[in-house]
């Protein structure tokens, strides 16, 4: 079955420093793996997405996230962040022959001045 | 091109009422999945339309349904509300909803059940 974990509820960093949002997978086949960002009272935007190609994937906004078949992780990274950048963020998995979606428990993204 | 749309944004209802809500798909997508957003539960999948079908769903009662119109339009309906199904509901759609097609997320509905 698959399933997704996020090690850190919250993560606080300064303006300028580097992000990293970590996320570990568990799945029986090869995954499509995505990160989606949420700010406030606002719906899901897609950051990235891995679907068994390049396993550096470039996202919007100055995110990628490697995949990592051997440690199953797919974490979030930006080498400066941003105060925009504060918002909650999600790993999620594609079920292998199904359509649905499946969230990790979020982490949000605190940014400090 | 216009994003996912959801109507309405907010609602509030009383327990034992009953409720309909409304997901317009980005133009040209044919397979629309609903999701349920709560601080304790996180964000779950409720089911997935394809062509007016549902082809998955999730673990809810049998008190969520859902369905889906020719134009791919896509209705969720709540009866019996109670109180722990104060949520957020999203509406997210792709194109054919091919596992690797990129799901698409409309601004949700905020439901609040009294």
């Known amino acids: 079955a698959q399933s997704v974990t996020q090690l850190d509820s919250h993560v606080s960093v300064s303006e300028g420093t580097p992000v990293l949002l970590r996320c570990n997978y568990s799945s029986s086949y090869s995954p499509s793996l995505f990160w989606y960002v949420q700010h406030p009272n606002k719906g899901l935007q897609l950051l990235l997405k891995y679907t068994s190609a390049a396993t550096l994937v470039k996202g919007i906004n100055g995110f990628e996230a490697e995949f990592k078949k051997s440690e199953t992780s797919f974490h979030l990274t930006k080498p400066s962040a941003h105060m925009s950048d504060a918002a909650e963020y999600f790993c999620v998995v594609r079920m292998d022959s199904s359509y649905k979606l499946i969230f990790g428990s979020g982490t949000r993204l605190l940014v400090r001045p | 091109k216009a994003g996912v749309t959801q109507t309405p944004r907010y609602l509030i209802k009383t327990r034992g009422q009953q409720v309909t809500l409304s997901c317009s798909p980005i133009s040209g997508h044919r397979s629309v999945s609903w999701y349920q957003q709560t601080p304790g539960q996180g964000l779950q999948f409720l089911f997935e339309y394809f062509s007016e079908t549902q082809r998955n769903k999730g673990n809810f009662p049998g008190r969520f349904s859902g369905r889906q119109f020719s134009n791919s339009r896509s209705e969720m309906n709540v009866s019996t509300l109670e109180l722990g199904d104060s949520a957020l509901y999203l509406c997210?759609?792709?194109?054919?909803?091919?596992?690797?097609?990129?799901?698409?997320f409309g601004p949700g509905t905020r439901l609040t059940v009294l």
């Open positions: 997210a759609s792709t194109p054919s909803g091919a596992l690797t097609d990129t799901q698409y």
